[in-house]
């Protein structure tokens, strides 16, 4: 009698599709899921009235029209560059310690330079900006 055992083939599992399977799994899930985005500051925004406010002497008003001219005051810039603009303001503010500044911009103006301009009145400190509009025709009661 021969008692040796036979040689079996050993049972290997193979694993590897099985994890292929649950990290596509995973990943479905986790561009599927939406998460609940909370704003993590508390902002109130202002309101705006229809109240006309006078304008100090001292302000320094700044209008951008359509074509991108930029007026100081009344007086048109030579170009819109950001080295123009600072130094014509600088011009503006040496007599006086730091003035509001009314921005007047057309409604299609491009939002790259009123941000431009921004930029430039804060890199000057002039924090005081006030936004000139117009009231709404249906607002005027």
């Known amino acids: 009698m021969n008692f040796k055992s ?15 399977v649950v990290f596509l799994l995973l990943i479905f899930f986790m561009v599927s899921t939406t998460f609940k ?4 500051i508390n902002i109130t925004l202002p309101s705006a009235s229809n109240k006309i406010v006078d304008a100090k002497p001292d302000a320094i008003n700044i209008g951008l029209d359509l074509a991108g001219n930029i ?4 007086t048109v810039l030579i170009n819109s560059e950001f080295k123009t603009i600072k130094t ?12 509001p ?19 430039i009145l804060r890199q ?4 005081k900006i006030t936004y000139a509009t117009q009231i709404l025709k249906d607002e005027k009661n």
């Open 6 to 20: 036979k040689n079996k083939d050993e049972f290997n599992l193979d694993i590897t599709p099985l994890i292929d």
């Open 37 to 40: 985005h909370e704003s993590e």
């Open 71 to 74: 007026y100081i005051n009344g």
């Open 88 to 99: 014509a303001l600088l011009d503006k503010i040496e007599y006086s310690d730091k003035p």
């Open 101 to 119: 500044v009314i921005i007047s911009a057309d409604a299609n103006v491009k939002y790259q330079s009123v941000v431009r301009l921004l930029d």
């Open 124 to 127: 000057l400190e002039l924090v």
